[in-house]
């Protein structure tokens, strides 16, 4: 089978796959407001995310990141983990979760095969926790992180969405843990979607977020992206023992090095997190009884993949579907 190549000349190494809808969290920037903690609706069972699997990592994907809704609400996510991971050609596989249900699922997720773990962090007080995730789990979250740490996962990495008038005060703080913990502290741009309460005034750009935490710590830049495929900003901090990285899908944008693709969690293909939701790959697997049909499907809809996303005001009136949909 060809490389996945689009029309731009960007080469396709990573596939998201979004594992389920549902989430135990619903954070005011990720869903549309009153859209509630469950989405119901149907996903790919688990022998079809195999065989889609399978047919990426034929195409040339050597990345997979599980992510969500909240990948860890599948019953059955350390099995389809070992599975995806013997996958032939799959190297990394990684991991996205709230960190809700590390506590006891950390240590099985590892020996199942994730190597990288990320965990989505907005805050370190628990009444703001709350206020943003609509739930009262900071201290379950936390004992999550520490769970991932002791697993092995390192460096672990926690995103954290920087907002204006929100949780940007806590900065230094999200630094503070880098000081004696392997942990890669990743400060992402809000980004704007329907109904998600951004805004211009909201925004904080990366140059704003570097320049705070520079007033305390000397940032020394280190190989940039090279443990993200290329689309993080990662620094050391002088003395610290983790990292801290910037995330600029607004202020610096990284179409031009977009080597992702990204399947929601009911099958449909998605060329650009900002694209509408494309080619069904649940029917297709359905109705196409060899993988190189499925295949063939998959490569010319990569041949339509934008060659950028809109701008902030465009994204925030037009995205079909919230992240949870999408998985980020
Ligand atoms: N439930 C999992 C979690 O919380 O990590 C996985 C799904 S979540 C949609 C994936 C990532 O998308 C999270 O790190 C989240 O912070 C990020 N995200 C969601 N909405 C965002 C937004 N408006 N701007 C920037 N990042 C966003």
């Known amino acids: 089978m060809s490389a996945m190549i689009d029309p731009f000349g960007r080469r396709h190494v990573?596939?998201?796959l979004a594992l389920t809808h549902r989430c135990n969290l619903n954070c005011t920037y990720c869903r549309p407001s009153?859209?509630?903690?469950?989405?119901?609706?149907?996903?790919?069972?688990?022998?079809?995310i195999l065989r889609l699997v399978r047919i990426f990592a034929a195409l040339g994907i050597c990345k997979v990141r599980l992510t969500g809704g909240e990948p860890t609400l599948r019953p059955d996510l350390p099995d389809l983990v070992s599975?995806?991971?013997?996958?032939?050609?799959?190297?990394?596989l990684a991991?996205?979760?709230?960190?809700?249900?590390?506590?006891?699922?950390?240590?099985?997720?590892r020996r199942a095969g994730v190597e990288n773990l990320n965990v989505s962090l907005d805050s370190l007080r628990r009444e703001r926790f709350l206020k943003i995730t609509g739930r009262d789990l900071l201290p379950a979250v936390l004992k999550g992180i520490g769970a991932a740490l002791e697993a092995g996962f390192e460096p672990?990495?926690?995103?954290?969405?920087?907002?204006?008038?929100v949780n940007d005060d806590e900065l230094l703080e999200f630094v503070e843990l880098a000081r004696s913990k392997p942990v890669n502290i990743r400060f992402i741009e809000y980004m704007p979607f329907r109904e998600n309460g951004w805004s211009r005034e909201g925004f904080v750009s990366h140059e704003r977020m570097r320049e705070r935490i520079e007033r305390v710590h000397r940032l020394v830049p280190v190989g940039q992206g090279e443990h993200t495929g290329g689309v993080a900003k990662d620094f050391s901090v002088e003395g610290f023992r983790g990292q801290i990285s910037f995330i600029t899908p607004l202020s610096d944008v990284f179409c031009d090095r977009c080597n992702r693709l990204r399947v929601t969690a009911d099958g449909k293909l998605k060329t650009c997190l900002f694209a509408p939701a494309g080619l069904d790959l649940a029917?297709?697997?359905?109705?196409?009884?060899?993988?190189?049909?499925?295949?063939r499907l998959i490569?010319?809809?990569?041949a339509s993949k934008p060659e950028k996303h809109p701008e902030a005001e465009e994204l925030r009136a037009g995205q079909d579907l919230p992240m949870n949909e999408i998985g980020g």
């Open 299 to 302: 490569l010319e809809a990569l």
């Open 156 to 165: 672990l990495k926690l995103n954290t969405v920087v907002m204006g008038g």
């Open 83 to 92: 599975r995806i991971a013997a996958v032939q050609g799959i190297g990394t």
């Open 95 to 109: 991991l996205t979760t709230n960190g809700v249900t590390l506590g006891s699922l950390a240590a099985p997720l």
């Open 14 to 16: 990573y596939l998201r």
């Open 34 to 48: 009153g859209c509630g903690t469950v989405t119901t609706g149907p996903i790919l069972p688990s022998g079809s």
């Open 283 to 295: 029917k297709a697997l359905a109705r196409e009884a060899s993988d190189a049909a499925v295949a």
